[in-house]
């Protein structure tokens, strides 16, 4: 946190922020229902790598975050990655994290990634 003085309130929210977008990152559900449409993630034979990226937003929007990982296609753990945002909207969290996930990826070196997010309107 940079050295920052901060209040024990202030961390423990955002050490719950952290956990939330955690959870919600590492959880084990591929697939879900959005909007009507089913969304499904299929591993991939070839040798691009995966992300997957989500955002979170407290009730209160003063504090929000975006998480991910990139993983090979048969579905093995490369990186995780996770950000704190502060107030903004859902559309510009998700993209945030899908723009750290790409540069991340591409800072290791794998130039061809297929992108997930559960946000229909990134997609």
């Known amino acids: 946190m940079e050295n920052e003085i901060i209040s024990i309130l202030s961390l423990k929210i955002?050490?719950?922020n952290l956990a939330?977008?955690?959870?919600?990152?590492f959880s084990l559900a591929l697939s879900t229902n959005?909007?009507?449409r089913f969304v499904t993630w299929h591993p991939?034979?070839?040798?691009?790598v995966l992300l997957n990226v989500n955002s979170n937003s407290l009730e209160n929007h003063r504090i929000s975050g975006f998480g991910g990982v990139i993983r090979r296609s048969d579905?093995?753990?490369?990186?995780?990655?996770v950000g704190?945002?502060?107030?903004?909207?859902?559309i510009h969290i998700e993209l945030l994290g899908l723009y750290h996930g790409l540069k991340l990826a591409w800072e290791i070196g794998y130039m061809e990634v297929i992108c997930y997010s559960d946000l229909t309107l990134v997609v």
Do not use: A, P
Request: proline residues 0%; hydrophobic residues 40%; charged residues 15%.
């Open 14 to 16: 955002k050490i719950y």
């Open 20 to 25: 939330t977008i955690l959870r919600y990152v």
């Open 34 to 36: 959005i909007g009507g």
């Open 44 to 48: 991939d034979e070839s040798m691009v």
């Open 75 to 81: 579905d093995s753990w490369l990186y995780g990655f």
């Open 84 to 90: 704190n945002v502060g107030i903004s909207t859902i």
